[in-house]
């Protein structure tokens, strides 16, 4: 660099390359070169400029702070060699112009070197007043610490606002890399994150990046997004298996990177690479990336990033860790739990895009509602472990069977539905629906296993197509349901499209519907009304001439007299909780009227009182039942309860509690409908019931039928056997009569003894002598 030779006695002096100095900088080149040490510890330096000659004199602090050697340069951009190009530009204009009108100087640069990477600079010039002055001087100050502050709380700010805001971290994290770069002098920065994989072993790859587009960086990037590291593997794998930030001051010959080839083609040096990492609320670290950046100059650790690293590793992973939840909300909501297929909200919302895509571009589409044939008994035998076996294993078949582009949906409990829209086929949209329908079908046969045992289901599916048979989702739905329901009421196990000929079955179906709401709110009314009463039915001893037993049978008079059988509203009853408070009532009155039977002179005559499925959900029903007696100061062993045999397996450790503790107060509990559920005799062994009752369709073909003799008669030996008192029900002719008499049925019921009858009736006809 240049040395400056002493001053000459008369205007001019001299610099090294014999270019004259003119008089107005010679005083200033005097001073310029004698150490100031108030400069250096004030961090400050003097500048003069001739705006006439373009010449420029340093201070010694001056010099050193820009990082040249010399004291006096010919031209400004001679003297600012270190400077960013947009800043000299810059101060070049504010020097020239400001000087020319004699006003004063203030302007910010940066300046870049090999030792010390970017600093910030503030020019400031004393006032001038008078275009005399020929030469302009003032003061450069250091600002970086300051500079540092504000970019870091910048910085922070701005990554702050992208990362908050974004729906994807891609989106963001590119921004912020480009953020870093610009702001603190980086050319090239990349986002690593984790590469999804089947496998157990985890890679990352280049997600994001952004470079200077100043500099030829396209061998490097390319180096980058084409490779994977494995955990440990690489610099960025290193850091990622640490979680230790990592300087490369060298990248043509650090250990272990494995991009210096395409580094050194773009001119990179060196770098800094820093772990994305957030700890869970369970105290677990977790990372999901890493971030590195490279610069084109040899780059030292006092640079800036080390110092906002933590900071933006941070930002990332919580908005890494944000958009993980929000996905694990998005899949709650749009999944189903059990089967993991579109749930009944999600499918249709995208059936009613479907709708609004086609109305647009006019295309037609297929809905095809599937309906599980027989689940239900499934779920009674098996449990409802067995049900969800079959409902998974059923989804993922209709998963496999769907062509591409279509969606398979659980609309709840056994439904399903697949949204067909045809993609780029030449086959008509009804022979892919009928042949998605018949593969449906087979699918739904496969029998599904479970606990070594076989289940067998079938499927019923209603088809219904856009436009022809609606342009909205309800209408779409509706048809393809009424589809449906015309299959289940024809046999089942097949398929149909919704058609003019099903618009009447749908009408029915409405009307049904319509009925069922009107009546659930007619039997609200009737508990207020009292508008229930009960009959009682006798039930004898073998010989029929010992009345044992009564069993209560709830009957609803309407107010203009009709009576409705309970086969008609009890199914209603029964979907809601209406049925528990008409069962407390039954159960209430049964017991004032056993009562009454007793002080009649009917002093052992039990009462048989049906309970309904929910009610034996209740825990606290032996409770209720315990208070009950009380207040009609009936025995509990003078009550019996009746359950019907698929009660038994549904939630079976909760019924068989609560019936466990009836009969722990003294309550006996019938079960009904004997024979005709799923209950191995294994199960119906451990069960703490007091008698069974044989159902009416094996009684009405005795004594003529040879399949229900030797079923009565297996009965009646194996209530002997288990010391269960045994009743037959629906006796209605004396050839049953007979026969169960001959082989020692212990209990007859039917209007061949006895028809249901109002309680004054019962006490009139059977009252003892």
């Known amino acids: 660099m240049h040395e400056l030779s002493p001053l000459a006695p008369f205007g001019l002096a001299k610099a090294p390359n014999n270019t004259l100095v003119t008089p107005s900088l010679r005083t200033a080149l005097s001073e310029a070169v004698v150490p100031d040490f108030v400069e250096q510890a004030a961090s400050f330096g003097r500048w003069w400029y001739d705006f006439r000659t373009d010449q420029v004199v340093l201070s010694s602090n001056a010099a050193s702070m820009l990082g040249v050697q010399s004291r006096w340069y010919p031209t400004l951009k001679s003297c600012f060699i270190h400077i960013l190009r947009d800043d000299l530009s810059m101060l070049e204009e504010t020097l020239k112009s400001e000087s020319a009108e004699g006003g004063s100087v203030e302007c910010e640069f940066r300046v870049v070197n090999e030792i010390h990477g970017m600093h910030w600079f503030s ?62 002098g980086w050319e090239w920065g990349a986002y690593w994150a984790v590469e999804p994989s089947a496998t157990a072993l985890q890679e990352l790859s280049c997600k994001h990046f952004w470079h200077d587009p100043a500099y030829s960086l396209d061998i490097f990037t390319a180096d980058s997004v084409t490779m994977r590291m494995a955990a440990g593997v690489g610099a ?5 298996q640490t979680g230790e930030a990592r300087w490369i001051e060298n990248l043509g010959s650090a250990p272990g990177f494995l991009r210096s080839n395409g580094a050194a083609n773009s001119g990179l040096q060196s770098g800094y690479v820093f772990p994305v990492v957030y700890v869970t609320d369970d105290g ?27 900071t933006i590793g941070v930002l990332i992973a919580q908005t890494a860790q944000r958009l993980e939840q929000q996905e694990t909300i998005r899949q709650l909501a749009q999944i189903d739990g059990l089967t993991e297929l579109a749930n009944r909200t999600y499918f249709y919302h995208m059936l009613d895009l479907a709708c609004e895509n086609s109305t647009a571009s006019t295309k037609s589409f297929g809905l095809i509602f599937i309906d599980l044939d027989r689940f239900k008994p499934v779920n009674d035998a098996f449990g409802h472990e067995a049900g969800n076996v079959v409902l998974r294993e059923f989804a993922q078949r209709l998963q496999a069977l769907a062509p591409i582009g279509s969606y398979v949906g659980r609309l709840g409990g056994d439904e399903f539905a697949i949204l067909l829209i045809p993609q780029n086929t030449t086959l008509p949209l009804g022979e892919q629906l009928n042949t998605v329908a018949a593969n449906v ?72 519907v319509a009925q069922r709401m009107t009546m659930e709110a007619e039997l609200h009314q009737a508990l207020t009304d009292n508008a229930f009463f009960l009959e009682y039915q006798p039930i004898f001893n073998g010989n029929g001439e010992h009345m044992h037993a009564v069993e209560a049978l ?69 409770g209720e039942v315990s208070a009950i007696l009380r207040e009609s100061g009936i025995s509990p062993h003078h009550l019996c309860l009746e359950l019907t045999e698929g009660m038994l397996v549904h939630q079976p450790d909760k019924v068989i509690s609560v019936m466990q503790a009836l009969r722990e107060l003294g309550v006996g509990i019938s079960l009904d409908d004997f024979g005709v559920g799923y209950s191995s005799l294994s199960r119906v062994k451990r069960l703490p019931i ?59 019921q039917g209007y061949i003894l006895g028809r249901p009858m109002s309680l004054d009736a019962l006490i009139a006809l059977h009252r003892p002598r």
């Open 236 to 240: 960025v794998g290193q850091v990622w």
């Open 441 to 512: 079908l087979r699918a739904a046969r496969i029998p599904f296993l479970f606990d070594g045992n076989d289940m067998t289901v079938s499927a019923s599916v209603g088809i219904s197509v856009f436009p022809e048979n609606g342009m909205t989702s309800p209408e779409l739905l509706r048809g393809a349901d009424t589809a449906m329901y015309r299959i289940k009421k024809n046999g089942r196990n097949a398929h149909s499209f919704f058609s003019d000929s099903t618009s009447h079955t749908l009408a029915v179906q409405q009307s049904d």
């Open 554 to 622: 709830i009957r609803w008079r309407r107010a203009n007299g009709d009576i409705v059988s309970p086969e008609i509203f009890i199914p209603i009853a029964e979907q809601s909780t209406l049925i528990i408070n008409i069962g407390r009532w039954v159960l209430r009155r049964a017991c004032a009227d056993l009562a009454h039977l007793h002080r009649s002179g009917f002093s052992h005559l039990e009462m048989h009182v049906n309970t309904a499925p929910p009610e034996f959900m209740i825990a606290d029903l032996p």
């Open 123 to 184: 020019l400031i010039s004393s006032p001038q007043s008078a275009r005399k002055h020929a030469v302009r001087s003032g003061l450069i100050l250091e600002t970086t610490a300051a500079k540092h502050t504000a970019v870091r709380e910048r910085l922070s700010f701005e990554s702050t606002q992208f990362l908050l805001r974004t729906d994807t971290l891609g989106n963001a994290v590119t921004k912020v890399i480009k953020l870093v770069c610009e702001n603190l």
């Open 690 to 748: 007091s008698s069974v009752k044989i159902d009416r369709s094996f009684v009405r073909g005795l004594p003529h039928v040879t399949e229900d003799k030797a079923i009565v008669r297996a009965m009646i030996e194996l209530g002997r056997h288990m010391n269960l008192r045994v009743i037959a029900e629906g006796v209605e002719t004396d050839e049953q009569l007979d026969f169960l008499r001959q082989h020692g049925c212990n209990l007859i």
């Open 284 to 310: 677990h670290r977790h990372s999901p990336g890493v971030l590195e950046f490279y610069s084109r100059l040899s780059r030292q650790r006092d640079a800036q990033l080390p110092i906002l690293s933590a």
